[in-house]
């Protein structure tokens, strides 16, 4: 395991060249996946003495796109909007779903949750690749979101392949292994990399666009 290195397109994400980038994000709200919550909290007790730079609550997300040809501070408010408006449009084709996170998966440079099935997942991110692509053109980004998979933790030094395998040992004893996790809508954000911290944070362009047409889904 090597520590994490945040990527612009296929290169190296630097704060310098690009303070921030716009993504579309599934953002995950822990208060409306209880068991979700549950397992992430067995996975960080289960590493909490590994080098290793857990995802706060609030910053859980799945990557459908980044928009890598171009700083946040480069686009203006009047293609921000085209953005949202756009997706807004593509979004209305995908139903709502639920998908299962798990099994908790010791990658090369930090902990990730697998996600499935892939299907809807893949749709949901042609959806939104499309509507990029219709504001700026299929060269609009050079990122590869490759499947698709929730992080839960960026590793922040190097670890033996000894080391390696007792966090696989570990993580695999945390039950639960897996929780659903509801899908309802994606977010445009404006996304900050933090090298050094290893964290990842942003700040909405606009409100959840909504799958299906139709209202973000709320517990009642």
């Keep these: 395991m090597k520590p994490f290195t945040f990527q612009q397109g296929k290169g190296l994400w630097e704060a ?32 909490q003495d590994d080098p290793l730079t857990h995802v706060r609550d609030e910053w859980f997300h799945i ?32 139903v709502p779903f639920t998908v299962t996170v798990g099994s908790p998966l010791p990658y090369a440079s930090g902990l990730i949750f697998d996600l499935g099935p892939d299907e809807p997942l893949n749709g949901l991110r042609t959806a ?6 219709v504001v700026y053109g299929a060269d609009a980004t050079a990122y590869e979101t490759g499947v698709l998979h929730l992080t839960e933790s960026y590793a922040t030094a190097d670890v033996s392949m000894d080391h390696f395998h007792q966090i696989h040992r570990r993580v695999r004893r945390v039950r639960p292994s897996h929780a659903p996790l509801r899908i309802d809508s994606i977010e445009l954000v404006d996304v900050t990399a933090n090298s050094k911290k290893k964290t990842i944070t942003w700040k909405p362009v606009a409100p959840p666009i909504p799958l299906g047409g139709g209202s973000r889904d709320r517990p009642t």
Excluded: K, W
């Design 63 to 94: 990557t459908l796109y980044q928009l890598s040809s171009r700083a946040a501070h480069d686009v203006p408010e009047v293609e921000r909007q085209s953005l949202v408006s756009e997706l807004t449009t593509q979004m209305r084709s995908v």
């Design 128 to 133: 939104a690749t499309r509507a990029f692509e």
């Design 16 to 47: 310098g060249r690009a303070p921030s980038l716009i993504h579309a994000y599934c953002t995950v709200d822990l208060g409306r996946n209880p068991e979700l919550a549950e397992l992430i909290r067995g996975v960080r007790e289960a590493t």
